[in-house]
């Protein structure tokens, strides 16, 4: 068996992995096709990632030009304990007031552990980026045991 396939998460780590990370890096490309790296707050549902963001920012205009997008997860402090995922995919723009509402919720509320409150003031300004899946890649290299 190759490396690559050795240290691949398993579909339930990976869902475990995406419940413990706090943010994930979004890349967008630019109007002059550079990439364009945000670190976002997240949450994991349903196969996509959900992020919330101010309708008339950079990377929702960036989007709404090129909806593929990439998301990132890492964790571990040396080669050796690194974890993470990679997730290729488009990127839908939602911005019905009500899921919006509900999803920010959603969000804010794994940072806070509890019910959380989203004025309308802030819920018409903003947008959920849903980033769909096409393609997934998976590591944890302590699965090597010190062994490359």
């Not at 090129?66 to 911005?95: F, H, T």
């Not at 920010?104 to 552990?113: D, S, V």
């Amino acid at each position: 068996m190759n490396k690559r396939n050795q240290i691949q998460l398993t579909p339930e780590e990976q869902a475990a992995f995406l419940a413990e990370a706090r943010k994930v890096s979004l890349a967008t490309i630019d109007q002059h096709g550079y990439p364009h790296l945000v670190a976002m707050n997240f949450i994991a549902r349903d196969g996509a990632i959900l992020m919330s963001s101010y309708g008339k920012a950079q990377k929702v205009m960036n989007i709404r030009r090129n909806p593929k997008v990439a998301v990132m997860a890492e964790a571990g402090r040396n080669y050796s304990q690194l974890r993470g995922v990679m997730i290729r995919g488009e990127c839908e723009i939602i911005d019905d007031p009500k899921s919006v509402n509900e999803m920010m919720k959603a969000i804010r509320g794994r940072e806070t552990a509890g019910d959380v409150e989203i004025p309308e003031s802030i819920v018409s300004k903003r947008v959920i980026l849903k980033v769909v899946p096409k393609k997934i890649a998976t590591w944890d290299h302590s699965k090597l045991g010190g062994k490359y």
